[in-house]
């Protein structure tokens, strides 16, 4: 199958569209824009200091799932799944597949939140709520894209005019946001003491 062919494939299942054009998708989606811009700022104050890897990681991760939000991109990966394996021969088999792709996703995302959280070494209470809204957030992200029956029961439901979904969704969100928001309202970002400082 040549890439013209997996792209008209593709398309014939999955077209670029707002996913959720209701007025919480669109919050969710400037939540997850202001908790970018609140990343980056965090960046930029912790210059030279241990912790600051994390928040640009973080704030690209956010950036990448605010456009995923709206763009549901999860749902073209998995059309072209399915083209390859209907061009491929293996169709029949795809639940392997799928089982091999999701232990891959999530493993992929285990060892990008621990790498993360470890560079917060030293420096993880002054980032906890951060680290945790993140845990949060890839989480809600995994299972959504897991596309687990009864989650998706669950986080459908409305209470008092408001779904699960954007609860659940901006929990891990407004974590983050307290956690950048605390960090740039302090007159200076804690550092750690050298030895010698500690000495004297």
Same mark, same amino acid.
């Given at each position: 199958m040549?890439?013209?062919?997996?792209q008209?494939?593709?398309?014939?299942?999955?077209?670029p569209?707002?996913g959720?054009? &209701?007025?919480? @998708?669109? $919050?969710?989606?400037?939540?997850?824009? +202001?908790?970018?811009l609140?990343?980056?700022?965090?960046w930029?104050?912790l210059?030279g200091? !241990? =912790?600051?890897? #994390?928040?640009?990681v973080?704030?690209?991760l956010?950036?990448?799932?605010?456009v995923?939000?709206?763009?549901?991109?999860?749902? +073209?990966v998995?059309?072209? =799944?399915?083209?390859?394996?209907?061009?491929? &021969?293996?169709?029949?088999? !795809?639940?392997?597949?799928?089982?091999?792709?999701? @232990?891959?996703v999530? +493993?992929?995302?285990?060892?990008? $939140?621990?790498?993360m959280? *470890?560079?917060?070494? =030293? !420096?993880?209470r002054y980032?906890?709520?951060?680290?945790?809204?993140?845990?949060?957030?890839?989480? #809600?992200?995994?299972? /959504?894209?897991?596309s687990?029956?009864?989650?998706?029961?669950?986080?459908?439901?409305?209470?008092? @005019?408001v779904?699960?979904? #954007?609860?659940?969704?901006?929990?891990?969100?407004v974590?983050?946001?307290?956690? +950048?928001?605390?960090?740039?309202a /302090?007159? /200076?970002?804690p550092? !750690? %003491?050298?030895? *010698?400082? %500690?000495?004297g």
């Amino acid at each position: 199958m040549t890439v013209s062919e997996l792209q008209g494939c593709v398309l014939q299942r999955w077209s670029p569209q707002i996913g959720d054009p &209701g007025l919480t @998708g669109w $919050l969710t989606v400037l939540a997850y824009a +202001a908790c970018t811009l609140l990343a980056l700022a965090v960046w930029r104050r912790l210059k030279g200091q !241990r =912790g600051r890897v #994390f928040w640009l990681v973080l704030s690209l991760l956010l950036a990448a799932l605010a456009v995923n939000k709206q763009l549901d991109l999860q749902s +073209a990966v998995t059309a072209a =799944g399915k083209c390859l394996a209907r061009a491929q &021969g293996w169709y029949d088999q !795809r639940r392997v597949m799928q089982v091999l792709f999701i @232990g891959a996703v999530v +493993a992929a995302a285990l060892v990008l $939140l621990v790498s993360m959280t *470890a560079s917060l070494w =030293g !420096r993880l209470r002054y980032n906890l709520l951060a680290a945790i809204g993140l845990t949060l957030v890839l989480c #809600f992200v995994l299972v /959504r894209a897991l596309s687990f029956h009864h989650f998706d029961r669950l986080i459908g439901t409305t209470n008092f @005019g408001v779904t699960n979904n #954007f609860l659940f969704e901006n929990a891990g969100l407004v974590l983050i946001a307290v956690n +950048a928001t605390w960090l740039l309202a /302090r007159k /200076r970002v804690p550092s !750690r %003491r050298s030895p *010698a400082a %500690r000495a004297g």
